[in-house]
């Protein structure tokens, strides 16, 4: 699978619907967030969330409960998203890291998947070859007002220039 930029991902986004498995990782939590919220707009509607988006920290699944969440059909929608937090707590070793390897040869059609490792630690590389990876790091410093602005919009706020 293909590695992406975070504007590239929201560019794809617009474009194409959602892969099946996404790997977010670099130094930008915020971003990370923002990432997920696009891929949610654009994987499941609005009005079927409730029952279709599961969020989890890895920390708290065994392999059990990761292979139910992913396998779970949507309800009352064509799609249904996962969002595992947190992936950097999984060893590699354990079973859990296996199942999701595993997982990742053969995504399930109707899931999409979103692992996110937290700020400052190294991706792991079999998490960027089998997902479409996403390299989410600060924006440059004059791309940051831009967005603060255009963000708050979306929240239904106005910033001051003087802000």
Same mark, same amino acid.
């Given at each position: 699978m293909g590695a992406l930029t975070f504007d590239a991902l929201l560019r794809s986004l617009k474009r194409s619907p959602p892969d099946l498995a996404y790997y977010l990782h670099g130094d930008e939590d915020v971003l990370k967030d923002e990432v997920i919220r696009a891929l949610l707009d654009r994987a499941v509607e609005p009005g079927?969330?409730?029952f279709n988006v599961d969020q989890r920290s890895a920390a708290t699944l065994?392999?059990?409960?990761?292979?139910?969440?992913?396998?779970?059909?949507?309800?009352?929608a064509p799609t249904r998203a996962v969002v595992v937090r947190g992936v950097e707590d999984v060893k590699k070793t354990s079973p859990l890291y296996k199942e999701m390897v595993r997982y990742l040869d053969a995504p399930n059609p109707t899931t999409v998947l979103v692992l996110v490792q937290g700020a400052g630690e190294t991706p792991d590389a079999g998490l960027v070859k089998q997902a479409t990876s996403v390299a989410v790091e600060p924006l440059a410093?004059? +791309?940051? $007002?831009?967005w603060m602005a +255009?963000? $708050?919009g979306e929240l239904g706020l106005v910033l001051e220039p003087e802000a």
């Open positions: 079927a969330r409730d065994d392999t059990e409960a990761f292979h139910a969440l992913v396998n779970t059909p949507p309800l009352l410093p004059e +791309r940051v $007002a831009r +255009r963000r $708050a």
